[in-house]
């Protein structure tokens, strides 16, 4: 059990990739935190945590920023610590860019960029103390400028920029700091897939290893490498977890 | 018992008989892989073969004949090679005017061929069985100015050799990722000229405030051989403790 005892709070966990990584951790002993705004998907997650260890569970919309201390000074107080961050939610709506508007911004930061750096910032006094880690997530959407995307590009990229930079200043402090960029097969996939097989085939055939990614397995695990020890020496990087398809230098 | 991490797999490690290669098979054997410990020195790999579930093969990694009859044998011996990383090399702090043509070749024959040669002579016994992680040590040297001249642009042919293999075998389900070192503590950099006074400039200048160890590289390393990461290929996993994300 490489995060046996381990404290956790992942952001975005009733579904998807982020229910894929509470669960992985779960599964390697950490108790996990399930912050999501839909209470039905939170709570079949909840479930599931703990048949391996403990769950709390935060119905909550972290867009409201008085939610975030609120929900740090809970999770210290039923488990009297705070080991790892996992800030995973993020909302957006695609668009070309000249009908891109300041709303699509708003949702897009709101709900991704804002609360990532919220709770950093309110998590930072625990994770000092426990000399913790922080998985942010960004993705190559970002990375390599997708069209339709500009607002969730924007606020990813502007993740990856107070990543680095909280990477630098915390580590004196024993705080690893580290971004995935995903790429995974989700219930919003599985849709798109039966609407546009053929787009759908074109975009598998791009990915070097052939397959999208599974959020528990594939994402999941990688953010337990990133939450262990195996990892004390990295920090401010950019691990890309998408089958080949982005190679950044 | 639990069950490994790279539990039944058959692992290939170059430079296996020190340092940070050591150090990966003696974690690779305990996370119940079996391991080659590929090495040139014969004496080092007497020691190796007391190891437990390791097994210690000469090898040149400059001589593609040699990679030949290595991979060859590790695949008729167990059917299957799932796990390589090409961590063999040298290094050199030689200054720039200073090096000739014959460094030049013996820096990228070990670093840059025997690198290649491990993936052309491997990758094609993984590709038969669909499965497999190749693990290329690059460095942060390749990354980032900082000296090291003809060793640098070693790495750097290392860093751009994994992604090409990367699109190249990632339809056969072979992985191939980099792994990016800073200053480790290993026989090898001890050997540096570099001060103490030095030394303590990079600690300082490194957000993390210590220097790399071995087990650093060899749980990065592990991470990537594992099932854990069967979805990265062709990344970069720098393990320098912040230094370059400054």
């Not at chain 1, 939450?227 to 890309?240: E, L, P, V």
């Not at chain 2, 790999?45 to 044998?73: P, R």
């Not at chain 2, 003809?150 to 990367?166: F, I």
């Not at chain 2, 000229?193 to 405030?209: C, D, H, N, R, Y």
């Amino acid at each position: 059990m490489r995060l046996k005892g381990k404290v956790g709070i992942v952001t975005g966990s009733g579904s998807g990739i982020g229910r894929g990584i509470a669960l992985a951790m779960a599964k390697e002993g950490a108790n996990i935190a399930i912050v999501d705004i839909n209470e039905e998907k939170a709570k079949s997650t909840l479930q599931e945590i703990n048949q391996y260890t403990e769950g709390m569970l935060f119905i909550k919309d972290i867009s409201k920023k008085e939610y975030i201390e609120e929900i740090i000074s809970e999770v210290v107080g039923k488990f009297g610590k705070l080991d790892i961050l996992v800030n995973n939610a993020h909302a957006s709506k695609q668009a070309l860019f000249k009908e891109t508007t300041m709303e699509l911004f708003d949702l897009s930061f709101n709900t991704g960029f804002y609360p990532t750096f919220y709770f950093m910032k309110a998590a930072y006094p625990e994770l000092k103390k426990s000399k913790g880690k922080v998985i942010n997530f960004a993705s190559g959407a970002g990375i390599s400028g997708q069209p339709t995307q500009a607002s969730y590009a924007a606020a990813k990229e502007a993740i990856r920029g107070i990543t680095r930079v909280a990477a630098n200043e915390w580590g004196p402090e024993g705080i690893n700091v580290n971004i995935i960029a995903p790429i995974a097969l989700t219930e919003g996939v599985k849709q798109w897939r039966q609407s546009a097989s053929e787009l759908y085939e074109q975009m598998i055939n791009n990915i070097p290893l052939r397959r999208l990614g599974d959020p528990e397995q594939d994402i999941g695990r990688t953010a337990v490498f990133l939450a262990s020890d195996d990892s004390d020496y990295i920090t401010g990087q950019t691990i890309m977890v998408d089958g080949g398809s982005i190679k950044i230098y | 018992m639990k069950i490994g991490r790279l539990d039944k797999k058959i692992a290939i490690v170059t430079g296996g008989a020190s340092g940070i290669g050591e150090q990966m098979v003696d974690l690779f054997s305990k996370e119940g892989a079996t391991v080659i410990a590929a090495d040139i020195n014969k004496e080092a790999l007497e020691k190796v073969n007391q190891k437990e579930n390791v097994i210690g093969m000469k090898l040149n990694v400059a001589s593609d004949e040699d990679w030949a009859a290595l991979a060859k044998e590790v695949y008729q011996r167990f059917g299957k090679i799932d796990v390589l990383v090409n961590n063999a090399g040298i290094s050199s702090e030689k200054p720039y005017a200073d090096i000739n043509l014959d460094d030049w070749q013996k820096m990228l024959s070990i670093n840059g061929f025997g690198s290649f040669a491990g993936i052309k002579h491997v990758a094609s016994y993984m590709a038969k069985e669909k499965k497999g992680s190749i693990v290329n040590i690059s460095s942060y040297t390749a990354q980032i100015g900082q000296g090291f001249n003809h060793y640098s642009a070693s790495k750097g042919a290392v860093r751009a050799l994994s992604k090409a293999a990367a699109t190249t075998f990632g339809k056969s389900c072979v992985r191939v990722n980099a792994l990016f070192p800073g200053i480790i503590e290993t026989p090898m950099t001890k050997g540096l000229s570099t001060s103490k006074e030095l030394v303590g400039q990079l600690i300082q200048a490194t957000p993390l405030q210590r220097l790399g160890q071995p087990e650093d590289i060899a749980n990065a390393a592990l991470f990537l051989a594992s099932d854990d990461s069967s979805y990265i290929t062709g990344a970069e996993l720098v393990i320098d403790g912040g230094f370059s994300a400054q």
